[in-house]
């Protein structure tokens, strides 16, 4: 077991949220979960990325080397579902499927699931109209490169709604117009609505929104965001965005080079964010705009209650 308590001694920080959830992150490559002050390394070896809970807290979909595998909650257990490259899993509410991104049909970012048992091929689910169409060659990952936001530019890590019924993603039907955009698919009809665009429209600027997660009452979706504008006075560094999906506003959560949120609850928030000139595990409390220094790593992953 490992503790970061001792780092944080002598820090003025605002206390967690009570009975904190276990949280799974990754830090230098390999999976670890934290209860509170505590935590405790699942995987050696590195290479690993993504970890997301299971609905039921049990397993952790994980991606290994770019591909997609399942593992047990304390790290035994790894099972590969699929050599497609894939990108950042999420459950659905019946932890009967995963979602993940990979290449469609199209040539752009393409939305997929698959059986959590692994027992059948991926299903297209977005874009639409590659629904039925034969499934894109299987390629060897490729490793991603070049600075932070270079890598966090193609993220195409995918997010399925509390409800089950739509996923958020980077891309979709507004590719065709934009130079980037995200966009949430509603799966029974293939229909997309577009949440955020750069470049192309007549958008005279340059970004992405990538890492999607949704707020656990569905009400609102959180992405990491980066923008170029036209003018200086336009760039917004990379940072998390909250968009209300009801009244269609967007605000700024948590402090600039903030990204990767995954939800506790609708007043707190965890980022990977930048402390002590790394990356670590913030818990953000939405209301105050709190920050709460929780472990070094990436990618946080809250586990459902």
Known sequence: MITTAALLVGLALTPPPA??????????????????PTEKRLTTGGGYARPRWSPDGKQLAVLKGGQLW??????????????????????????KWLAFGSLS???GPGVYRIAATGTAKPEVLFPRDCRGEELPGEEAPQPASGTLTERLRADDAVAWSPDGKQIAFRGGECDAIYDACASIGTISSGAE??????GGGSLQNRGFAVAPAWRPDGARLAFTAYQEGETAAQNEPLHVTELDLKTGKKR??????????????ATHVLVTGQYRNSSWIISVDLTTGARTPLHPGSQPSVRPR
Not at 193 to 198: C, I, L, P
């Open 105 to 107: 049909c199209t040539g």
């Open 193 to 198: 609505r577009m949440v955020a665009a750069y």
């Open 252 to 265: 700024t959560v948590g402090a600039p080079a903030d990204r990767e949120p995954s939800y506790r609850d």
């Open 70 to 95: 399942t593992m047990k909650a304390d790290g035994t257990g790894q099972r590969r579902l699929t050599t497609r490259p894939a990108a950042g899993p999420s459950w659905s509410p019946d932890g």
């Open 19 to 36: 009975a904190p959830e276990p949280v799974a992150y990754v830090r230098a490559g390999d999976v670890y979960v934290s209860n509170g």
